[in-house]
Structures are given as structure tokens and as C-alpha cells.
């Protein structure tokens, strides 16, 4: 920030925005959000680990009898009399098999999971653009809070003048030097000081509720002196730090992350595949254990041309997100240069209102001069400590909205305050 604090707060700014943080339902969703696409990683990059399956099966059958003596043609030499019927396969027989499948080269795997990680920044970035749109709230409530309190405060001492003044007048109808009549204005601007009072404590509780409907904090904000700085624009332009940047970035990387992974389906894959069969019991003939492994590729050969028609569609996602991102450099410079067009308006508006404030203080003491060596009257040292009053709420306006412009600019420029 350009504004540096030099009083104590009720609330700090930055434990507002760390409250409303903790209880916001938005920066919840987006953290779901987040924690949605990590899965998706994992869930993606499952897929190029090995995977093994196991099954077991009942298999019951007849046994079958194989007579070889009536398939073999006449050998001399062998009696095929003497030979007998073999049973192949015994009735009941239990398999089992297990085989484990190992992805060795899988491109479209590989983007997909590059894709999937894209995913994860992009839901990133939008968590932090999140948080940043409720930290503007926090601000402006925080703000406002700390505005209609310092004016509250004014107003009490709008109170206590009011009363001072009625009482010194009420001190000069003792004396004899003036009439009740000479009263009647001392007590409407006492009555009109009261009515302000109470308007001013009704916007600070309305003010605090906001803030407190934001934070789930009770405490609202105190108004307190700053010192002011503007700082320089070009610096401030090239050095933006801003969350929507960052997601209309990670949205490119995103696009194109998608379309690598549609261009991977042009190339091969390769996998290796190994199994295991057991029999039990052995079969007569045969072994009762089985293996086999195998390495396979398999060729994308045509598919109707909708490979050609998802890379395409994915280069057009691509062309968009990039046109956003120039957008949202645009928007965000745009929103940099209001700001501190704002900030500098306000600074400007600061010292002139302190210098109001001064000559307003300046005109009560004069009246009161006067009025102590009987030149003046107490309608006269009312009528500047109205002025006075005035000028103390505009100088406490012009600091609230200075206090604001500075949070907001450094808002545009950076994620944090």
C-alpha cells in the first residue's frame, strides 16, 4: 500500500480479509474446485501405470476320451490294438489367470496427463481471482466502516460544541446581557447536532453489519491519520501481479495443453502385456501352468475424421483464450490507470479539504476572540464552529475515500493488500 497506517484499528484490513476468507462460500466452491482437478491428475496419470487384473472361474464339463489308435493310419510295425483311450480333461477344473498390462509408449496419455495439470494451475488461478473479488468487498466495507465511524465521531463533538455553546448563552440570559428569545438558535443547532448524531451511529451500525456480514467479526474499523504518496504510473503498469491475469494465462496453457492431447491421437501406442493361467487340477495332458507376454502397438489408421475435427475445434479454443488474454491485459491496465486517476483525485481533494479545515478552525478562534473582548456575539462563534464541523466531515470523507482509492489501486496492481 501508498498509505501507511499511524493509528491503531479495531480491525485490522488485513484481519478482515482473513476472516472473510475463512467464511466465504466462494473461495470454499473454488477450493473444491481445486481439489477436484488434482484428482483428475491422479486419475489421468493412473492410466499410464501398469494395471493388473486377477479372475478365477468354475469350468465343469464331461470328461472327454480320446481314442488315437482310430486316427492313426496304418504304420507297420505298431499294433494299434494295444493302444488305449486317454482322458484329456477331468470333469471339474477351477481357473485362475492374472495379467498386468504396462503402457510403454501412449503420446495422447502423456498430453492428457500435461492437460490435466493445466487443469489444476487453471483452477488455481480462478481460486485466487476469487479471493481477490471478495478482498474489493472486504476493502470497501472496511472503508466504509472506518468512514462512518470517524463521522459519528464528528458528530459528537458537533454534540459537545453545540452544548458548550448553549450553555455559555444560557450563562448571558443570567447575567442579563441577552434574552430567552436570543436561546431559541443554540437549541436547534444543539437539537440538529443531536439528530446527526443519531443518523451518524445508525450508518455506522448499517456500515459495521456489512462488514461484519462479509468477516463474522463484530469489531468495525477505526478512521486513522495517513500519510500520502502517488506513486508512479508507468512502474505501476509494469509490474501487474493480478490473478485474472494469471487465469487468462493459465486458460492458453490450458487450450493448448487440450490440443497437444487431440494431436496425440494421429500417433501410435505401445503396451506390453503379460498373463498367467492355472488349472487345478492339472489336466491329464497339458500343463497346469500357463504364461504368455506380449508387446502390441496399435495404429490409428482412420476414424472418420474426427481426429482432424477435435484438433481443429481445440486450435480454435486455443485462438480464443489468447484473445482473452490480450483482453484481460487490456482491462487490467485500463483498471490501473482509473485507479490511480482516482487515487490522485483523492490526494488532491485531501489537501485541500485540511486546508479548509484549517481556515475553518482559524475563523472559531477569531470568533471567540472577539466574542471575549465584546466585539462579537455567540450566533457568530455557532455559525463558524457550523463551518468547522462542516469541513472536519469533509476532510474525514476526503481521508476514507484517499484510504480507499490507495487499497483499491493496489488491489489492480497486485493480489494483495
Avoid: C
Avoid at 475445434?313 to 480464443?320: E, L
Wanted: proline content about 3%; aromatic content about 2%; hydrophobic content about 50%.
Amino acid at each position: 500500500m501508498w498509505f501507511v497506517l499511524t493509528s491503531a484499528h479495531a480491525m485490522s484490513l488485513q484481519a478482515a480479509i482473513d476472516a472473510a476468507e475463512q467464511r466465504s462460500a466462494i473461495v470454499e466452491v473454488q477450493s473444491a474446485r481445486v481439489h477436484e482437478s488434482e484428482l483428475r491428475l491422479h486419475e489421468v496419470q493412473g492410466h499410464l501405470l501398469p494395471s493388473a487384473t486377477v479372475s478365477a472361474a468354475a469350468m465343469v464339463q464331461n470328461e472327454v476320451s480320446v481314442n488315437i489308435a482310430e486316427n492313426l493310419p496304418d504304420i507297420p510295425l505298431i499294433d494299434t490294438t494295444q493302444i488305449s483311450p486317454l482322458v484329456v480333461v477331468p470333469g471339474t477344473q477351477v481357473v485362475g489367470s492374472a495379467e498386468v498390462v504396462q503402457p510403454l509408449i501412449a503420446p495422447q496419455g502423456w498430453a492428457a496427463s500435461g492437460a490435466a495439470r493445466r487443469g489444476v494451475d487453471l483452477a488455481q488461478a480462478e481460486q485466487r481471482a476469487a479471493r481477490v473479488e471478495l478482498r474489493r468487498a472486504v476493502v470497501r466495507a472496511w472503508h466504509g466502516s472506518s468512514q462512518a465511524r470517524a463521522l459519528a465521531a464528528d458528530a459528537e463533538i458537533g454534540v459537545q460544541l453545540a452544548e458548550r455553546l448553549l450553555e455559555r448563552g444560557q450563562a448571558m440570559v443570567e447575567l442579563g446581557v441577552a434574552s430567552t428569545d436570543q436561546l431559541l438558535p443554540f437549541r436547534g443547532a444543539l437539537a440538529t447536532a443531536k439528530a446527526n448524531l443519531e443518523m451518524a451511529r445508525a450508518g455506522s451500525e448499517a456500515a459495521d453489519g456489512v462488514l461484519y456480514q462479509l468477516t463474522g467479526l463484530d469489531d468495525g474499523a477505526d478512521g486513522a491519520e495517513r500519510s500520502t504518496e502517488l506513486p508512479e504510473l508507468s512502474a505501476l503498469l509494469s509490474g501487474l501481479e493480478r490473478a485474472d491475469l494469471d487465469v487468462a494465462a493459465a486458460r492458453v496453457e490450458a487450450a493448448g495443453a487440450a490440443q497437444i492431447v487431440e494431436k496425440r491421437g494421429y500417433l501410435p501406442t505401445l503396451a506390453a502385456r503379460g498373463s498367467v493361467v492355472v488349472l487345478d487340477p492339472a489336466p491329464d495332458l497339458g500343463t497346469p501352468l500357463n504364461w504368455k507376454v506380449q508387446l502390441g502397438a496399435t495404429i490409428p489408421v482412420f476414424r472418420g475424421g474426427s481426429t482432424r475435427a477435435r484438433v481443429q475445434s481445440a486450435g480454435a479454443r486455443v485462438s480464443q483464450a489468447e484473445a482473452g488474454r490480450r483482453l484481460a491485459i487490456e482491462r487490467a491496465q485500463l483498471e490501473v490507470r482509473s485507479a490511480h486517476g482516482e487515487l490522485a483525485r483523492a490526494i488532491a481533494a485531501l489537501g485541500g479539504r485540511r486546508e479548509a479545515l484549517d481556515l475553518a478552525e482559524q475563523a472559531v478562534q477569531a470568533a471567540e476572540r472577539r466574542s471575549e473582548a465584546g466585539g462579537g456575539s455567540l450566533l457568530a462563534i455557532q455559525q463558524a464552529q457550523a463551518q468547522q464541523l462542516q469541513a472536519r466531515a469533509a476532510l474525514t470523507r476526503a481521508e476514507a475515500e484517499a484510504g480507499q482509492a490507495a487499497d483499491l489501486l493496489a488491489l489492480a496492481v497486485k493480489d494483495g493488500v
